[in-house]
């Protein structure tokens, strides 16, 4: 192996560290996690990585110069130069994580936000491979994404574009969102959003439904129910396509994606859920993105360390 040249992507998680040793074509060689040490100035957990890249090396015989750098991702807003404006998950206030880890670690490093780090995975290993313009959304407990134009990260001036979750699609909404503003996408896409949804219907709503059994509504219970027939169900996600196809097309009015590649824990709905907002975007979209291709996540839990790659190589070309 003393000829090649690798990569580490590391994925830096509020509990976990994911961390992946890549050959230079994009070939994962190895994948594995750490605990997540948030103690004092934050740089516990730049250490722990400094000790597994070199763990790494002795494992397989690979030279002081045989490590071309470390993407890293992290779950908070990150500029161009490498500096974190508060993250909450590891403790984080300002801090400059490329310099601080590029001194611990003594390679050229990356820093990008953690859900921009899984879209450039996703656009160069999976869903999105293949094209140019692609944009991501990960719908979880909350909502993010990212856009990638001509094959490269759109980051913004304050490292937060593609928040998709908090544009405002319903400015009469009464409840508010987890940012503090009222009528968020997150609102009514996300898993946290669609059981909300779920709640009020069926408050407002009389008739017979499987979902008023269940104790502890979650957006699982809704696609299931509406896969049985269950008319409650089905209503409830045909306000969610609509709101989501919405949100699609005004995203894609101004990013102009090939495709579209949704990720995250509500992507397990499927070809169901594709469908869907398939129907609601195309009663909004702009007529040159009529096209736009929508394809679900490929790469799990591994998007991350791929994008932290494709970024610290997109880096040194």
Not at 165 to 180: K, L, R
């Amino acid at each position: 192996m003393e000829n090649k040249k690798y990569v580490i992507g590391a994925d830096i998680g509020g509990t976990t560290v994911k961390l992946g040793l890549f050959e230079e074509d994009g070939t994962l060689l190895e994948k594995w996690e750490i605990p997540t040490v948030i103690e004092g100035d934050g740089t516990a957990v730049l250490r722990d990585i400094a000790a597994e890249i070199q763990k790494c090396r002795e494992k397989h015989n690979i030279p002081a110069d045989g490590i071309l750098g470390v993407g890293a991702g992290i779950p908070g807003p990150v500029t161009a130069d490498g500096v974190v404006h508060r993250c909450v998950n590891l403790g984080w206030g300002v801090f400059d994580v490329r310099t601080a880890l590029e001194e611990t670690v003594g390679l050229p490093v990356v820093v990008v936000n953690d859900a921009n780090a899984a879209a450039m995975g996703e656009a160069w290993k999976g869903g999105g491979r293949g094209s140019e313009n692609v944009v991501f959304i990960t719908l979880g407990t909350g909502v993010g994404g990212a856009v990638i134009s001509d094959g490269r990260m759109v980051a913004g001036a304050n490292g937060a574009a593609g928040e998709f979750g908090h544009m405002t699609i319903n400015p009469a909404e009464t409840e508010t969102c987890a940012c503090g503003r009222r009528g968020c996408v997150q609102q009514y896409v996300s898993a946290s959003g669609i059981a909300r949804l779920a709640r009020k219907y069926l408050a407002e709503h009389e008739g017979e439904s499987a979902l008023r059994s269940v104790e502890k509504l979650t957006t699982k219970d809704v696609f299931d129910a509406a896969k049985n027939g269950d008319s409650a169900a089905n209503a409830i996600l045909e306000n969610v396509y609509d709101a989501f196809g919405y949100t699609i097309s005004a995203v894609c009015t101004v990013a102009d994606p090939e495709v579209v590649v949704i990720g995250g824990g509500v992507s397990k709905a499927g070809e169901m859920l594709v469908e869907g907002v398939k129907k609601g975007f195309l009663k909004y979209v702009f007529y040159p993105n009529t096209d736009v291709r929508f394809n679900l996540a490929v790469l799990g839990n591994d998007a991350g360390i791929y994008g932290c790659c494709k970024l610290l190589l997109d880096s040194l070309a």
